[in-house]
């Protein structure tokens, strides 16, 4: 029998502090995520993927501040022809695109690792869905898929399992207790 995701999509306000912590810092639910759906070395690649992207983005910024800063502090004592300039701008803009590209080719690594953790964890708790709606969601929703997948893992943590004459809640250490019903 297939089952549903707990939660929707924007369902990720019903836990506000991860919600939270996901926006600011996503690689900490990604992390979390992985790990508790044995995908350990999935988790790190995003975790080490998402650094790379962010201390690209700084070093670009700062090579950024630093040229224009300088470029305007010095005097120009290029020639006539302004050879020093083009060669100083090319420079500048060689370093820039090809930053922002290496930054872009992470951040699209990023959505691959998490497209693979969502697909995967649509398989192992029987969830419906399709590849091409993982792979959707994990390019334009990448915080919220994290955090439905938190909250679903969370809600899987207490499983409750109806009989005709008991209820058993099943945590996810695996402790069973049974509640009479009355």
């Known amino acids: ?64 501040t630093l040229f224009w800063e300088t470029s305007i502090s010095e005097p120009d004592y290029d020639d006539d022809d302004g050879y020093n300039k083009v060669i100083t ?28 953790m969502r697909v995967a964890m649509r398989s192992q708790y029987n969830i419906t869905g399709d590849k091409c709606e993982d792979c959707v969601m994990a390019l334009c929703c990448g915080t919220c898929v994290l955090c439905q997948m938190h909250n679903h893992l969370n809600a899987q943590d207490h499983t409750v399992i109806l009989t005709s004459a008991n209820s058993a809640v099943i945590s996810r250490t695996g402790a069973l207790k049974v509640c009479p019903n009355e």
Do not use: Q
């Not at 990720?12 to 900490?28: A, G, K, M, Q, S």
């Not at 759906?37 to 690649?45: D, N």
């Not at 820039?96 to 290496?102: D, G, P, V």
């Open 89 to 116: 701008m090319y420079k500048y803009l060689l370093y820039t695109c090809a930053a922002e590209f290496l930054a872009a080719l992470i951040s699209l690594a990023c959505v691959g690792i998490l497209w693979n």
């Open 1 to 64: 029998m297939a089952n549903k995701w707990t939660h929707g999509i924007c369902g990720c306000t019903r836990d506000v502090p991860w919600c939270l912590i996901t926006c600011c810092f996503p690689f900490v639910t990604s992390f979390k995520v992985g790990m508790r759906l044995g995908l350990r070395s999935f988790a790190i690649m995003y975790l080490i993927f998402y650094f790379l992207h962010w201390i690209l983005r700084i070093t670009g910024f700062a090579f950024n």
